[in-house]
């Protein structure tokens, strides 16, 4: 029969008396039966931890409880630091960032730096200069060059004396035990297991120094082996644990069996008891992480309970999937395969920051768009951010959205914001674009000013990379015309249109008076200067007024998609239009 624990509270639903016994396993698994055992697990503890002297009580007293405004939320990231920063960390640090200071809680960083293997040199600051160049700030945790807040240290490498005293504790309280099993002896095990169709691990028959007695401890640590310290489980798979899910909803978990690792060889925790320890005094209340840790979020709950502590809230965010462009499939991203998963990307193809972090709005909050929408112009952490309209079963990353939802962030930036972004970007990614783009800056910021600001903005750039082709005419060094004209235009139609416009040419013309001037052209050269009449009539004429004004765009932009022409040629000045214009007449 199934028995169900809250996962808060340890309390079991039903079946109190088992609760009992339940509650003095963790106690004090072992002490009720004699005195003896107690004793040993006192020397043991003293034994394996002859070097820590704090007591629990010791630890507790220098995290005091956080004092926070009533629904104030405590959140982190606890990212390691392998040199790589991929979507998924930026996705969840967003939910993080979000609860906390939407809550007027307190959002921090805290380094997972236990798995000396994988870390890399300058892993940290990769972290902390990646998280800051997205606009997320820390409100306590590492920095650069040490960390800020009180309840660190918050690298967990200089954590060590805290995981101990802890560990010593559950020794003490015959809820640890050390493990002297070699690779070959536990492979052997997992052969087995394999053979017999069981459940792999270290447990019930498998777990074989969980009894041992002290004797065989004693005469293993005199040889110097090695050992890990597990923890004594007293779950049972038969049993179900209740878990809420922030995001995946109500579910049951089957109680952990296995005597899990709680602290590695050398003397370093696991994942699984540094988040208890850290999350439990660090005053975290919502643990936000990726799904794959479900799997192991009955250990979690069973080292909150074995603590004493209240577990957090967890908010187990889906995986980032695409369509594969192969097979058209949903897959998870793959470092190997997709060079969007890394951070390092975005930068370097020229996506603006609130394009990214708007991109992942709309995949963590399904209503975020219809918000956009409504309030255009507004702050994105505006947004009531909730945990409750995020999708439990998996974020489709789309880049062509990524596109999409970038050239309306970018639209509704002003000239200057985008001068500065496209000028910080082309110094570092296309210095040649960057002396022309910067030259003169009144000019350029002009050019970027068209079209923007109004309710309907132009949306020409999804990346700061587009700048480039978006206004490459403008430079002479970049200017490449094509002179196509349009079927309907003669190249001895085209040099009258031009011969008839340099002289009139005025950039100070008001936008009315520069189309009469067009329209007179139109006229003069066959065309109707009035679209109507063109399409009333269209044999009377050689084509439609935009013919004309098309004529002329060409020869000034060299191509026939630019901007407003008359800001364009206004920006560009007379002597630069009279020689456009005279050097298409002459190619003509
Ligand atoms: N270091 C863990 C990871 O990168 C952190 C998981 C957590 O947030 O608890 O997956």
Redesign the pocket.
Known sequence: MAVFLDDTTGQRASESAIYSIYILCYNGANNGENGVKNMDNQKLAELLFPNITSTPEDIEARYPRRELSEGAKVT?????PTGFMHLG?LY?ALVDERLAHQSGGVFYLRI?DTDKKREVEGGVKMIIDTFHSFGLSFDEGATLDGETGIYGPYRQSQRAEIYQTYVKSLVQRGLAYPCFCTEAELEAAHKEQEQKKENFGYYGPYAVWRDRPIEDIEAELKKGSPYVVRFRSEGNIENKVRHEDLVKGKMEVTENDQDIVLLKSDGIPT?HFA?VVD?HLMGTSI????E??LATLPVHLQLFRAMGWKAPKYAHTAQLMKLDPETGGKRKLSKRKDPELALSYYYKEGYSVPAVMEYLMTLLNSNFEEWRRANPDAPMNDFPFSTKKMSASGALFDIDKLNDVSKNVISHMTAEAVYDAVTKWSADNDPEFHALFTRNPEITKGYLAIGRGSKKPRKDLALWSDTKPYMDFMFDELFMPDYTMPERVSSEDAKAILAAFKPQFDENDSPDCFFEKIKGIAEQTGFASDTKAYKEHPEQYKGPVGDVSMVIRIAVAGRQNAPDLQSVMKLMGREKVQARLERCMAAL
């Not at 982190?76 to 390691?80: H, T």
């Not at 643990?287 to 990726?290: E, K, L, Q």
């Open positions: 982190r990231i606890a990212p390691s960390n969840g997972e994942y988040h999350d643990v936000v992480r990726g794959e840790w």
